[in-house]
């Protein structure tokens, strides 16, 4: 199995979002209740507004296709550092989301290796991320690259307020 790496372009967009969708479903749908995914999904998480992003100046989009499909990508942003970060060179990871069929074959790792190779290319101090405090296994896909959790912030899902970590790794220019 091939796995290729290409950065996202506007054309991309609708595969994107509908990958985003049915992974953030996929992942979160049985830890939360069916009106807060819906109301998160449809307000937060819609197709069009996902759609838009891809687009949008500040964000790159990485994809990974394995055997012409995508099977995951990941969004890095160039966005307003956490308060604990200060004016730090940083950027954030904002997702990196892997088809369920795909998990266990190398995408999230493959796409974690190239958000970290952008970042350093554009002579970034540190990337951080934010990942919900009760996803283990993120959590410990993020440990394995050297990420060190700095902080917490609340990420509202529908009506339920939670808690996500704030994850940084410093990088070696």
Known sequence: MSLIIRQAHSADSET???LSRQAFYDTFATFNTKENMDK???ESFSTERLMAEVGENGNTFIMALLENELAGYAKITESKNPLE???ANAIEIARIYAAKN???KGVGKTLMEECLRVA???NKQLVW???WEHNERAISFYKKF???KFGE???ILGNDVQKDWLMKKELCL
């Open 129 to 131: 991320l934010g990942v």
């Open 153 to 155: 912030h609340d990420f």
């Open 40 to 42: 998160f999904m449809n």
């Open 85 to 87: 970060l200060g004016d």
């Open 102 to 104: 795909a998990i266990g």
């Open 16 to 18: 994107i979002a509908a």
């Open 120 to 122: 350093i290319s554009r």
């Open 146 to 148: 050297g990420f060190e």
